[in-house]
């Protein structure tokens, strides 16, 4: 009779459509991926390539399984098939096929878990690469780990109003997972941060600095990476996930939801003083931006960029755009948001 393995297990759940090309790489490397207990779940929903053929190859190795649907069921059905109805180990990835994990990441993440019994979700940082090129070389900060309380990481999300996980580098506790759910339908294009905040919700968050923990893949097809081409859907899915998770979270501080309202408004009107700085209210809804603005946060007034837009619609496009009048603010915004991403990568926030 075979022992028990000691060492903490993961199940890596592979959803792949039309992605063969890619897969053997991507199963690869979770198979090399040392410290842990491994079990690859390959769903291929309904591929018009040569997936299950590759399927059939690397189920060869007994830590690999894999299904297919006969009718293609859609990411967010096959996302939450993997992660409520399949995985069964200790700890929990989602992972596309068209990325990778680094080396070594699934055993500093469970080394997080095993020492923090209350951290829900362990994720690092992700490196983007494009399509046919090589891996990047990137140049790691000094190993270390942050343990956040969920309210305390929640409360970041609203500071920014953005996401900080891409997935691939995500991995999450698998009781955690099926207590709190998968993936709304009805948060196609934001499900993703409204997920990580309903774990945060019941969980610490942990974060391990260093060595990279996954590479996403950059390509024209990126499974479910193409935004809407309506100006306002990134903005319109934002506000919807602070919406509903405020709404199923009424307990939480009250401040955290104005802080989400104020970020989004921010955004919405940076975007409209950007068509002046670039003369595009042709094709950039100024007034309809502000509109949004106002409704999501009614103390719009008081926020910087509304005075900056108030000076930019003194002088009109034209002005704003050929002598860049206003460049200097523009370059500290985006110094800050360069400085702001360093410290991501340093700190996970």
Not at 280 to 294: K, W
């Amino acid at each position: 009779m075979t022992e028990p393995s000691a060492r903490p297990t993961v199940d890596v759940v592979i959803p792949c459509y039309n992605y063969a090309r890619f897969l053997r790489a991507c199963v690869r490397s979770v198979l090399d991926q040392p410290g842990v207990d491994v079990r690859v779940l390959i769903i291929d929903d309904a591929s018009g390539d040569d997936t299950p053929e590759v399927v059939a190859e690397l189920t060869r190795d007994p830590r690999v399984e894999g299904r297919r649907h006969e009718v293609n069921a859609g990411h967010i059905a096959t996302y939450n098939e993997g992660l409520l109805e399949w995985a069964k180990a200790d700890y929990t990835v989602l992972l596309s096929a068209d990325d990778l994990l680094a080396p070594g990441w699934l055993a500093r993440a469970a080394g997080v878990f095993e020492a923090n019994p209350g951290v829900g979700m362990v994720y690092g940082r992700v490196v983007y690469y494009r399509d046919r090129e090589a891996l990047p070389k990137v140049v790691a900060p000094p190993a270390g780990r942050t343990v956040w309380s969920g309210v305390d990481w929640i409360e970041a999300r609203c500071r920014t109003g953005q996401n900080v996980l891409s997935s691939p580098e995500a991995v999450v506790r698998t009781s955690v997972q099926q207590r709190v759910g998968g993936y709304r339908p009805d948060l196609p294009h934001a499900g993703d941060l409204e997920m990580w905040m309903r774990i945060a919700a019941v969980s610490d968050v942990g974060y391990v600095r260093g060595e990279p923990a996954a590479y996403y893949r950059v390509h024209q097809q990126s499974m479910m990476r193409t935004r809407f081409s309506s100006l306002f859907a990134d903005l319109e899915q934002r506000q919807a996930v602070f919406d509903l998770f405020f709404r199923e979270h009424p307990d939480l501080p009250p401040r955290l939801r104005e802080l989400a309202n104020r970020s989004i408004a921010r955004d919405a009107l940076w975007r409209a003083v950007r068509a002046y700085d670039r003369d595009q209210l042709a094709e950039i809804p100024v007034d309809e931006l502000e509109d949004f603005a106002r409704r999501v946060y009614p103390a719009t007034a008081r926020l910087p960029e509304h005075r900056a837009l108030r000076r930019r619609r003194a002088l009109g496009p034209k002005v704003c755009s050929r002598t860049q009048v206003f460049v200097g603010s523009h370059l500290v915004k985006r110094g800050r948001g360069l400085v702001g991403k360093q410290i991501w990568k340093w700190r996970g926030q």
